[in-house]
């Protein structure tokens, strides 16, 4: 949302940004590996205290380059207070739940404030309150992840990832995707590893107190759990919900989107479109993001 003072063309654009709900609600998937509520309470606490050095600086750089001043309303002190205060056992998060997007998943605790009709009588469908909560990195493009790694990995050799630690002491890095950004670092910033102050444990996931079987370093392992009801064929004619996922599309085919740098019919997401037999329309639109886009198949138009 976007706010100016309308008195003054000056007045700075205040942008209002849902950070932070994840770190007090228990909003990520890995949430489902917890044992106890106190486990669940310490992650929270664990990934609440490294906004400052991650997430809020992504946050202020990203807004502020567009002269846009975020604003964070969940993470008020007052609000947050409030929220961590609240018994961590109606956080804990149920498999089963999450499988069938139901109650019960992940952010379950504040999905429900909004259960039912507003003051003017609108709802949120359920489908769009009960759906998965997908991270950035999942949520612009199901396979993305998956597809990064994979051609990253392609230029980072078996002997390099053997020789990481010797190479880099400080801040290892434990994938291939990791050392692979660490060169990148090493290009422009070489001899200041020690100013990052990174994820304790690499990531979310992986510095919980628990095992996950969710998320690995490497992220997500079954991007199915994101998988929603926009995303079964339309009942309206002439609509359909067009996926490569092989139960989803109306033409078969696996699910295999990204967002490219570049669109060339030699993307491997548009190659696997095309295959499967879409237009060349639908897969350049398609594999810009995930399998979420709705096309009317009678107009050729979103």
């Known amino acids: ?3 100016k003072n309308a008195d003054t063309l ?4 205040f942008y209002f940004h849902r950070e932070g709900s994840d770190e007090i609600f228990a909003g990520y998937l890995y949430f489902m590996d917890a044992q106890t509520p106190m486990q669940i309470q310490k992650e929270l606490r664990r990934i609440y205290n490294m906004l400052g050095d991650i997430n809020l600086h992504r946050t202020d750089r990203m807004t502020m380059a567009h002269s846009l001043e975020a604003r964070v309303p969940f993470l008020d002190t ?6 961590m205060s609240v018994d961590p056992a109606v956080k804990i998060v149920d498999k089963k739940a999450v499988a069938t997007n139901s109650e019960g998943r992940e952010k379950t605790f504040l999905r429900k404030l909004f259960e039912g009709p507003n003051a003017n009588g609108d709802s949120i469908p359920h489908a ?11 949520g612009v493009g199901e396979d993305w992840v998956g597809m990064l790694q ?3 990995a392609a230029e980072v050799t078996d002997a390099e990832m053997d020789n990481a630690a010797a190479l880099y002491p400080l801040n290892t890095p434990h994938t291939k995707e990791e050392l692979y950004y660490r060169r990148i670092f090493e290009e422009h910033y070489h001899g200041m590893e020690h100013v990052i102050n990174p994820w304790e ?6 510095g919980a ?5 969710s998320y690995t370093r490497e992220g997500l392992g079954n991007t199915d759990l ?6 079964q064929k339309s009942g309206k004619a002439g609509t359909a919900a067009f996926s490569t996922s092989a139960f989803q599309s109306p033409v078969g085919g696996r699910r295999s989107f990204s967002s490219v740098a570049a669109y060339a019919v030699t993307d491997e997401a548009i190659q696997t479109a095309t295959e499967s037999g879409y237009t060349m329309f639908e897969s350049f639109l398609t594999s810009g993001s995930d399998d979420r886009s709705m096309i009317n198949t009678d107009t050729g138009t979103k």
């Open 1 to 3: 949302m976007l706010k």
């Open 10 to 13: 000056s007045a700075p654009h």
């Open 78 to 83: 007052k609000f947050t207070e409030l929220v």
């Open 128 to 138: 769009v309150l009960w759906r998965a909560k997908a991270m950035q990195c999942e």
């Open 150 to 152: 994979r051609k990253v």
């Open 201 to 206: 444990g690499g990531c979310r996931a992986a």
């Open 209 to 213: 107190e628990w095992e996950s079987d």
């Open 226 to 231: 994101l998988t929603h009801a926009f995303q």
